[in-house]
């Protein structure tokens, strides 16, 4: 799957989340691991935080 064909998804998924009553309601969950593959932008020595780490 392309770039654009991401970015096109992405666009659909958040149009019918704001249409509610149009689509119907839905909850977004996050869960762990999410961030795991997350890149730092700026300070290459912070991290997310993983099981084994805590919140700073």
């Known amino acids: 799957m392309g770039k ?4 096109s998804c992405a666009e659909d998924i958040a149009m019918r989340l704001k249409e509610g009553r149009k689509y119907g ?3 977004l969950m996050v869960g762990a691991g999410f961030s795991k ?3 730092s932008r700026g300070m290459k020595d912070i991290k997310p935080p993983d099981w084994g780490g805590t919140c700073r």
């Open 37 to 39: 593959n997350a890149k």
């Open 4 to 7: 654009e064909q991401v970015y």
């Open 25 to 27: 309601e839905a909850s």
